[in-house]
């Protein structure tokens, strides 16, 4: 497979990783009682984006490397081409 392709895929699977990752934890403003002026209640208080584009990168790099295992297992593919 060539570079540009893995480096494609893995995008996509960072892509949604990172959406999967990004409500986790969140508290809100209006939840935690300390809503700042001028801002919307819902927005989270510490959003922690950088601890998140960290758990959403290990996370796309485990599941990428499982995508192209599966794609390249013999056992796999003679199973999945029966």
Known sequence: MQIG???????????????????????SQ????????GTEPGAPVVPRLVLKLLLATLLAIVM???????????TLYHYWNR
Request: glycine content about 8%.
């Open 5 to 27: 392709s893995i480096i494609a895929i893995f995008f996509v699977v960072w892509w949604l990783s990172l959406v999967a990752v990004i409500p986790i934890g969140n508290r």
């Open 30 to 37: 209006a939840e935690a009682g300390e809503v700042v002026a």
């Open 64 to 74: 990428t490397a499982l995508l192209f295992w599966g794609i390249s297992n013999e």
